[in-house]
C-alpha cells in the first residue's frame, strides 16, 4: 500500500514536472499530423460502442478499468 | 492514499486556473521569402507582394479550426484587396488531394499554395495548426496567431487595418 | 523567426505565489510532501499553456444493442448526444436500457427464468480552459432490486504541442442492493475509481497510450439470489445450496498499454494487453489485436480478436465440503479459473461524407462479435446423473451484436 502511493505520487509528479517542458520541440510537427487525424487513428471511434463492449465484459468478467482515455487526433488549435 | 489523490487534484485544479493562456505574439525580422505552385497552377512567390500587406494562413484539410477560419479570411480578403492587402492561403499537406477537394465544395478567393514538402512551413516554425502570420507592406513579419477561435477575426481587422495605414 | 509570447512573466509570478500560500496536506510522508509542494510550485512557474485545445466536434448516436449467450438475452437502445455551447462548454447526455430476459446457467438451477428492465441515464458537462478540458459527470441506473449513482470529476490536459495528452479522473458511486423477494432487504455499496492516463504521440505513425485505475468498493458486493453449493450427502443430488457470502471491501489494480499504428492505405493496427489484479486474489489478463480498413473513401472495415484470463477469487470453489467451511464463500462464475476469447467484424458506412445541410458527416455502423466462455472450475448442474465434483465443465457462447448510427453537426 506504501510502495502503492509512493509509486503513484512519483508518477504524477514526474508529469507535472514534464508538463513545464514545453521548450521541448515537438518530434511530431502539426503539418505531419494528417494520418493521427484520420478517423482510424482514434481510440474511441464510437463511443457508444465501445462502452457497450465494457459493459458486456465488465458484467461477465471480473477485472475492471483501465479501458480508456483520449489524446491523439489532429492536435488542432 | 485518498486523501493524498484528492489533495493531488486540488493542486493541478488550482494550478492550471492560474495559469493565463495567450495566444498571439509580437514578431519581428524579414519573412522567409518562398516560391509555391498554386491552385490556379502558376507559381506564386512572397516577395512580388512587397508593398502590400499579407496574412499568411497556414492550414490543412483535416483540422477543424482551420476549415471554420477560410470563410472568415475570405471575406477578409475581399473586403480589403483594394487597399493593398491579400490572404494567402499555405496548406501544409504532404498530399493536396484532399485539401483540393475541400476548395472545390467551399472556394475561396484568395490564392492557397500548396506546400507539400514542408519547406516553408518547418521555415515559418509552425507549431500551431491553424497558425497565421501578418506581413507588413515592407515584408517584415509582424504578428502572430496560433490557433483560431471564433472572435480572432476581430484581431485580424484591426491589424489588418494598423498595417494598411502605415 | 522569434515570437515573444505575452504570458511569461506577470501570472507565472503570481501563480507561484499564491501556490505558497495554498494550505500544507496535512498528513503524509515527508517525501509525499516535498513532492507535493516542489511539483506544485514548478507547475506553477511552467504550465503555461502556448495553445488552445478544442472540444470535439458535435455528435449523436442512436445505437440498438444485443446479447444473446448462455441463457441470457439483454437488448436495448443506447441514445447519446454530445452538443457544444460556444467554444468552451459542451454538454453530453446518454440514455441507455438494458431488457433482460435470463435463463442463465445459475438461474434455472437455482430459480426460475425472469425478466427485468434496467434503465441508466447519464448527464455531463465538459469545460475547455487553455489546453485543459475539466469533466463532471452524473449517471443514474435503475432496476427493479438496483439503484446505482455515479459522480465522476475528470480532468485532460495537452502538452508539448499535442504531442502528449494526461488524464486525471475520479468518480465515487453509492448504490444501494434490494431483494426482489424481501422487501426490507436493502444495502448499499459504495464505490471509489482512481484513473491516470497518457496518451502519447509516437511517431506520426503511431499512438499509444497507458491506462491505470485503482478502484476501492464497500458494502454488499455480492448477489442476494447467488448461493453456493456444499456436499450434502443427505440430499438426493447429493449437494445443497447456502446463501453466499463475500468479503465487503474490495481493492483492484489495473494496468494497460495500447497501440495504434498507421497503415499508409488509411488503415490502422491496434493492439492492447491488460493486466488486473485485486485483494479477492483474483489476476486476469487480456489481450486484444484489430484492425481497421477504409475502403472507397466512405466504408470502414473492422476485424478483432480478443483473449482474456482469470484466475479465480480465493474464497471462489464449485462445490465445498460443508456450508459454512470459509468465512467468505462464492459460486459466481465470473470470480472462477476462466478464459474467454472473442472475435469480432465491423462494417461501417458514411452516407453524408462531405456535409449536407446542418450535417457534416453520418455514418450508420454494424458491428457483431462472438465471444467463447470456457470455465476452468465451475461445473454445469444441470447434468443430475454425474457426481457431484465430477459433472462437465460449464462452457457457452455468445452473440453481441450493435447496430447504430452517427451524426456529427
Known amino acids: 500500500m506504501n510502495r502503492q502511493r509512493l509509486i503513484k505520487t512519483l508518477v504524477v509528479s514526474a508529469i507535472l514536472l514534464l508538463s513545464g517542458c514545453t521548450n521541448i520541440e515537438p518530434w511530431v510537427k502539426p503539418y505531419e499530423r494528417a494520418h493521427l487525424a484520420d478517423p482510424v487513428m482514434q481510440f474511441n471511434r464510437n463511443p457508444v460502442a465501445d462502452a457497450y463492449f465494457i459493459h458486456v465484459t465488465q458484467s461477465r468478467e471480473s477485472a475492471r478499468g483501465a479501458e480508456g482515455g483520449s489524446g491523439g487526433g489532429c492536435g488542432c488549435n | 492514499m485518498k486523501q493524498c489523490i484528492r489533495q493531488w487534484f486540488a493542486t493541478v485544479l488550482t494550478s492550471i486556473l492560474l495559469t493565463t493562456p495567450v495566444f498571439a505574439g509580437i514578431l519581428s525580422g524579414e519573412a522567409p521569402d518562398f516560391t509555391l505552385r498554386s491552385d490556379t497552377g502558376e507559381n506564386i512567390r512572397l516577395s512580388e507582394y512587397r508593398g502590400e500587406v499579407v496574412l499568411i494562413n497556414f492550414w490543412a484539410s483535416w483540422c477543424g479550426p482551420c476549415r471554420q477560419e477560410m470563410p472568415i479570411l475570405d471575406e477578409l480578403h475581399n473586403q480589403y484587396k483594394g487597399l493593398g492587402f491579400t490572404v494567402l492561403g499555405v496548406n501544409v499537406e504532404q498530399d493536396p488531394q484532399q485539401a483540393r477537394k475541400l476548395l472545390k465544395n467551399m472556394p475561396v478567393s484568395f490564392p492557397v499554395l500548396f506546400d507539400d514538402r514542408s519547406v516553408v512551413s518547418k521555415e515559418y516554425d509552425v507549431i500551431a495548426m491553424p497558425s497565421t502570420v501578418l506581413v507588413d507592406r515592407d515584408g517584415n513579419m509582424r504578428y502572430l496567431h496560433k490557433g483560431y477561435k471564433p472572435g480572432l477575426e476581430q484581431v485580424y481587422l484591426e491589424q489588418v487595418r494598423e498595417l494598411i495605414r502605415e | ?409
Open chain 3, 1 to 409: 523567426m522569434a515570437a515573444t509570447d505575452s504570458q511569461n512573466t506577470a501570472p507565472a509570478r503570481i501563480g507561484s505565489a499564491i501556490c505558497r500560500t495554498l494550505p500544507a496536506p496535512s498528513m503524509g510522508r515527508i517525501g509525499e510532501r516535498v513532492g507535493i509542494w516542489v511539483t506544485s510550485l514548478l507547475l506553477c512557474l511552467c504550465c503555461m499553456p502556448t495553445h488552445a485545445g478544442v472540444l470535439p466536434d458535435d455528435r449523436a448516436d442512436a445505437m440498438y444493442h444485443s446479447y444473446d449467450g448462455g441463457g441470457v438475452e439483454v437488448d436495448g437502445p443506447s441514445v447519446l448526444v454530445l452538443k457544444k455551447l460556444g467554444e468552451s462548454v459542451a454538454l453530453t447526455g446518454n440514455y441507455y436500457v438494458d431488457s433482460v430476459s435470463s435463463a442463465s446457467i445459475d438461474v434455472v438451477t437455482t430459480a426460475s427464468k425472469y425478466t427485468e428492465e434496467r434503465t441508466e441515464v447519464s448527464g455531463g458537462i465538459d469545460y475547455l480552459y487553455g489546453n485543459s478540458t475539466m469533466s463532471l459527470s452524473y449517471t443514474n441506473s435503475n432496476e427493479d432490486d438496483y439503484k446505482g449513482n455515479n459522480a465522476s470529476f475528470g480532468i485532460s490536459i495537452d502538452m508539448f504541442n499535442n504531442m502528449t495528452t494526461v488524464a486525471l479522473g475520479y468518480a465515487y458511486s453509492w448504490d444501494t442492493v434490494e431483494n426482489n423477494l424481501d422487501s426490507s432487504f436493502s444495502k448499499d455499496v459504495n464505490r471509489q475509481n482512481y484513473h491516470l492516463g497518457l496518451t502519447q504521440v509516437i511517431t506520426k505513425d503511431m499512438l499509444m497510450e497507458f491506462n491505470f485505475e485503482t478502484i476501492t468498493d464497500e458494502g454488499f458486493l455480492n448477489n442476494p439470489y447467488r448461493s453456493v453449493r456444499f456436499i450434502d450427502t443427505g440430499s438426493p443430488v447429493g449437494f445443497s445450496f447456502a446463501p453466499e457470502k463475500y468479503p465487503n471491501t474490495r481493492t483492484s489494480n489495473a494496468a494497460s498499454i495500447r497501440t495504434l499504428y498507421y497503415l499508409p492505405w488509411r488503415a490502422s493496427v491496434f493492439g492492447e494487453y491488460r493486466f488486473y489484479d485485486d485483494t479477492w486474489d483474483i489476476r486476469a489478463h487480456n489481450i486484444e489485436l484489430g484492425y481497421t480498413h477504409t475502403l472507397w473513401d466512405r466504408w470502414v472495415l473492422e476485424a478483432k480478436y480478443r483473449y482474456y484470463t482469470q484466475d479465480k477469487a480465493e474464497f471462489y470453489s464449485d462445490l465445498f465440503s460443508g456450508p459454512d467451511v470459509q468465512n467468505f464463500m462464492g459460486r459466481d462464475k465470473e470470480l472462477s479459473n476462466f478464459d474467454s476469447h472473442t472475435i469480432g467484424l465491423g462494417l461501417s458506412y458514411d452516407f453524408i461524407h462531405d456535409g449536407w445541410s446542418y450535417i457534416d458527416r453520418g455514418s450508420i455502423n454494424l458491428q457483431w462479435e462472438h465471444i467463447w466462455f470456457n470455465y476452468d472450475d465451475f461445473r454445469d448442474i444441470r447434468d443430475t446423473s454425474a457426481t457431484p465434483g465430477k459433472e462437465k465443465l460449464y462452457s457457452f457462447d455468445a452473440n453481441v451484436i450493435t447496430a447504430f448510427l452517427s451524426i456529427w453537426f
